[in-house]
């Protein structure tokens, strides 16, 4: 089924110029961050048990009643510069009746307000719930870190605690690469992440050409965060994360997007690879590097507490609830107050830089005083 997109098809194409989710335009027309995107975590049910997962610790086999769907909407046209949702989990799509009942009518609204609109997902459902969601998502971002079904059953079941099937592993694999040949081929446009850690370092270029073959329209790059599941595995050297992008990008479609976010390369450096690396991407056509939205232009909304976060994942105490207080109110208390968004809130503007990723930073760089730091060699 191929639905017409009415509004959406008037509206500005996303593209390697044109990224809404990126911090920086909504800085530079405000002068100051500003929320202008929202994401909701609707299920903490999930299917698989990545290694990696970032979000592992919250998973669970049962959940209760969520927030009614008119308090979201209420709260969500409150926020005066809203343009993007974003619909995260575990996996939004497990329960049909989540899809049907929450997704489904927060797509629409976004849809008729003319804001853009994200789903997370592992594509391993069927394929009827992804249809319903055709006339309205403008991207499903699902998560690729594999060369094969091995990879995937290796990786996807990794903490379930009990054994799981390479058969059962294979199927859901099908599934999702099936899943995804056929909603692009009806017109949704795919965005596939890869994070680069241990495992996935030396096989990028295989990854990307399976990407490329699922029909996804953009391939998305991010190093892997230390966070719930994932803060157990071996963190990868700078140098080998510096080697595996170079890697990837000789090696990729030049036609194909490819999106890189909250890499631990700055401007600020003052290694001469570092900055290399940065002409580099700066230069070659169809490269994008995303700020991090996290805390920036974005919060995340609990949908069972109301309990707001700057990301579902990061190991930060909720600062708000939406039960009491507009987002917009709580946002602008996390900007102005917050310890924590003071120690990573830099803008070099020269650079298109409006500073690290808090969980990366740590990883990375735990004793930089970023804001005492300024881009070079522009
Ligand atoms: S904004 Fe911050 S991280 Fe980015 S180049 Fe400037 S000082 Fe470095």
Not at 353 to 364: I, Q, R, T, W
Request: glycine share 4%; proline share 5%.
């Amino acid at each position: 089924m191929n639905v017409l997109k009415p509004i959406s098809s008037s509206m500005k194409e996303l593209s390697p110029s044109y990224d809404p989710w990126d911090p920086i335009t909504s800085l530079r027309k405000h002068g100051r961050h500003v929320l202008t995107s929202v994401e909701m975590t609707v299920t903490n049910l999930c299917n698989m048990r990545c290694e990696h997962c970032a979000v592992g610790d919250a998973l669970t086999t049962r959940e209760g009643e969520m927030l009614p769907l008119t308090k979201m909407l209420h709260r969500l046209e409150e926020v005066e510069h809203l343009e993007t949702i974003s619909i995260t989990g575990g996996e939004p799509m497990f329960r049909a009746g989540t899809v049907e009942n929450m997704i489904v009518p927060l797509l629409q609204y976004a849809h008729e307000r003319g804001i853009r609109s994200q789903i997370n997902s592992n594509l391993t459902m069927p394929y009827s719930r992804y249809e319903q969601l055709l006339p309205y998502l403008d991207v499903m971002h699902i998560s690729f870190n594999y060369e094969n079904g091995d990879d995937f059953h290796q990786v996807g079941f990794a903490n379930s605690g009990h054994p799981v099937s390479r058969e059962a592993a294979y199927r859901l694999y099908d599934t999702m690469i099936e899943n995804s040949r056929r909603l692009s081929a009806d017109g949704m446009f795919i965005s596939a992440e890869s994070m680069i850690n241990y495992r996935t370092h030396s096989k990028l270029p295989q990854i990307h050409e399976l990407i490329r073959q699922m029909g996804a329209r953009r391939h998305e790059v991010h190093p892997m965060y230390a966070s719930s599941f994932a803060s157990s595995l071996p963190v990868l050297a700078l140098k080998d994360m510096m080697a595996a992008i170079h890697q990837l990008l000789d090696a990729r479609d030049p036609e194909m997007w490819m999106l890189f976010g909250t890499l631990p390369f700055f401007a600020c450096s003052a290694e001469e690879q570092d900055q290399q690396l940065l002409r580099r991407m700066r230069t070659e056509p169809n490269v994008t590097l995303r700020n991090d939205p996290d805390g920036r232009n974005r919060v995340n909304v609990n949908m069972f507490s109301g309990d707001v976060f700057v990301t579902d994942f990061a190991d930060i105490a909720a600062f708000g609830n939406i039960e009491s207080h507009k987002l917009d109110e709580i946002f602008a208390e996390w900007q102005t107050a917050h310890p924590l968004n003071q120690k990573v809130n830099c803008f070099c503007d020269a650079a298109g830089c409006c500073g690290p990723n808090l969980l990366v930073a740590d990883m990375y760089y735990p004793n930089v005083d970023f804001k005492a730091r300024k881009a070079i060699n522009l």
